[in-house]
């Protein structure tokens, strides 16, 4: 089992920038692609980015790409999501998720076994 614990969440105004952060744990080392969604109220939950285990992989939603950058550091069991020019239709509860798959990069959140609570983004206009 791999808990997740997402931080960084905040109110920035339209084009600042935040960097989400997602720390793991788990009671034995556990290889898994990383990814992130966000959900918005009465939105389905959306895939932003994902990360592969060794780093060398990534994808991202076009709504994002050229804006946010996904990385990880295996060292400290923690993946970034470092988000830039941000718009007011950023803001949503961001979720840190978890695919026992390390090598995929899927989009669909069924994809994926592990799921952190969520923090929130708002970003003002």
């Known amino acids: 089992q791999v808990q997740l614990v997402e931080s960084g969440g905040g109110l920035v105004q339209a084009g600042g920038s935040l960097r989400l952060s997602c720390a793991a744990s788990?009671?034995?080392?556990?290889?898994?692609?990383m990814g992130w969604f966000r959900q918005a109220p009465g939105e389905e939950r959306e895939f932003v980015a994902a990360?592969?285990?060794?780093?060398?992989?990534?994808n991202y939603a076009d709504s994002v790409k050229g804006r946010f950058t996904i990385s990880r550091d295996n060292a400290k069991n923690t993946m970034y999501l470092q988000m830039n020019s941000l718009k007011p239709e950023d803001t949503a509860v961001y979720y840190c998720a978890g695919d026992r798959n390390p090598y995929s990069i899927v989009t669909t959140p069924a994809d994926y076994d592990y799921w952190g609570h969520g923090t929130q983004v708002t970003v003002s206009s």
């Open positions: 788990a009671r034995t080392e556990t290889r898994i692609t």
């Open positions: 990360i592969s285990w060794s780093g060398r992989s990534t």
